[in-house]
């Protein structure tokens, strides 16, 4: 049974530091992208970032770009998001997801999901 | 700036046949935008339903189904359920950036 824990959210000021971990398991974590998604209160879902199996290649949306930093550690079957310049506007629960390709290169869905590590961003 | 549309709510009657959409604020949706559906329900995390247009995820009863309808997605749900309520979102893959941008939601209810 594929797992995805994420952990790592908490209360932290604007212009702050996190990272957040997703620990992976039920599946060879190494043969496949993963994405960090979020949500914030009340609001719809935003996708933050992904990473390709072996690290190499990584993308990010526009609002989090230059801010965040995407990266895995397949011996560890570990997924990881640091982020800084914490803003308000940050403050989300954040998914890991696995995220897969139907025919090309890139991925274009999330077949899996974990259940979300909540971060605030606040003074 | 690209933008994914969805309506924001629909209703349907238990039994009944309701057609979800997903578009864009300029230029057509295709299957080469890979068209993907999910539900989420209050305080869940999300759950994919349909993926590369019309390919329906493992797990799920087979009145979900999608499709293009003209230059939108579509997401067709025939004979609903009351546990089908819940909030919709579509995935739309942009191969110009890779981005994967999700519509707003629509919340379905099922009265």
């Known amino acids: 049974e594929v797992q995805l824990v994420e952990s790592g959210g908490v209360l932290v000021q604007p212009g702050g530091s996190l990272r957040l971990s997703c620990a992976a398991s039920?599946?060879?974590?190494?043969?496949?992208?993963m994405s960090w998604v979020r949500q914030a209160p009340g609001k719809g879902l935003e996708w933050v970032a992904n990473i390709e199996h072996g690290g190499d290649m990584k993308y990010y949306g526009d609002s989090v770009r230059g801010r965040f930093t995407v990266s895995r550690d397949d011996a560890k079957n570990s997924l990881y998001l640091e982020m800084t310049y914490l803003r308000v506007e940050d403050t989300a629960v954040y998914y890991c997801a696995r995220t897969v390709s139907s025919r090309g290169r890139r991925p274009d869905y999330f077949d899996h999901w974990g259940q979300g590590t909540l971060v605030t961003v606040s003074s | 700036q690209t933008v994914v549309t969805q309506e924001p709510s629909f209703s349907v009657s238990p039994g009944g046949t309701v057609t979800l959409t997903c578009g864009l604020n300029?230029?057509?949706?295709?299957?080469?935008?890979?068209p993907s559906w999910y539900q989420q329900t209050p305080g869940q995390a999300p759950r994919m339903v349909i993926y590369?247009?019309?390919s329906l995820s493992s797990g799920v009863p087979d009145r979900f189904s999608g499709s293009i309808i003209g230059n939108k997605a579509a997401l067709t749900i025939t004979g609903a359920q009351a546990d089908d309520e819940c909030i919709y979102y579509c995935v739309l893959f942009m191969s110009s950036s890779g981005a994967l941008l999700f519509g707003g939601g629509t919340r379905l209810t099922v009265l």
């Open positions: 300029s230029g057509s949706v295709s299957g080469n935008n890979f």
């Open positions: 590369d247009t019309n």
């Open positions: 039920g599946f060879t974590f190494s043969r496949y992208w």
